[in-house]
């Protein structure tokens, strides 16, 4: 099988159970199939949490979280370090031998400013695989967080989804994006197994696909028209259905490019 790029974000971080669930569910499954895993982290809630405690203001431009330089310091810590580090020893608990580190180790992406308005803030392009094939060679679990490197040795904030599609890219697998939904719903609250731009369309047009799920749908559409392939979003609440996650069963919404 391909290997399986699992991009969780801020809610699963804020929720010790449903880490818990994931990394212990990862470690029973990888006792009785190999395929490679890495997992990509966001961390908003984590960032916010910590902005708020030092009262410094949060503020956004089209969604994306602007990051000047008095504060991407502590941006990195929170996401390169907490949400990181939460992550690792949830994993080390779980029995996986994980590594965690960020965009910017081992040359694994190519940094680049996106906006200066946004500050501190880039798009990453796939670069140098070797870090993450002798990690999954001898069968660690990568851990990676969105903060990335820039040519000029400047730490920026990547989005969390961008992140993950560039990692997807570089080793040539499936993504997986979870998210506290099952997928994308009908009228009925049926769960669709499948969805083309031109659906999704009409499903916003329709009010069916409304606020956050629109976001997580154009985000999963623009990964999966970067990789060529399908990209799925599910569900991190339901443990007793991501072993089959992991072994290659869509338990969520495929979204097609």
């Not at 695989?129 to 679990?141: D, K, V």
């Not at 997807?168 to 009925?188: C, H, I, N, P």
């Not at 999966?224 to 443990?239: D, T």
Request: net charge negative.
């Amino acid at each position: 099988m391909k290997p399986l790029i699992i991009k969780v974000g801020g809610a699963l971080l804020d929720t010790p159970q449903a880490m818990e669930n994931l990394l212990t569910t990862l470690a029973q499954f990888k006792q009785k199939q190999q395929r490679d895993i890495v997992i990509v982290h966001g961390g908003g809630c984590i960032v916010d949490e910590l902005m708020q405690r030092l009262q410094l203001p949060v503020r956004k431009k089209q969604g994306l979280r602007i990051t000047p330089p008095d504060q991407v310091e502590i941006i990195t810590g929170a996401l390169a370090g907490i949400a990181n580090k939460k992550l690792v020893a949830t994993a080390k608990v779980a029995g996986l031998n994980a590594v965690g580190f960020s965009l910017g180790d081992g040359d694994v992406t190519l940094a680049e400013q996106l906006d200066p308005e946004l500050g501190h803030v880039a798009k990453v392009a796939p670069n140098q695989a070797a870090l993450l094939t002798t990690l999954l060679a001898n069968q660690f679990l990568p851990i990676i967080s969105s903060i990335a490197i820039d040519a000029a040795g400047r730490l920026m904030n990547v989005n969390a989804d961008q992140a993950a599609t560039a990692i997807a890219t570089l080793l040539q697998g499936e993504l997986v994006m979870l998210s506290d939904v099952d997928g994308v719903l009908d009228q009925q609250k049926n769960l669709l197994p499948e969805l083309n731009s031109s659906q999704i369309q009409k499903l916003i047009d329709d009010h069916v696909i409304t606020d956050g799920m629109i976001v997580k749908v154009e985000a999963a559409l623009v990964a999966a028209q970067a990789l060529n392939q399908a990209v799925e979003i599910a569900n991190w609440k339901k443990p007793e259905k991501l072993a089959d996650l992991f072994a290659g069963q869509c338990i969520g919404t495929r979204i097609l490019p």
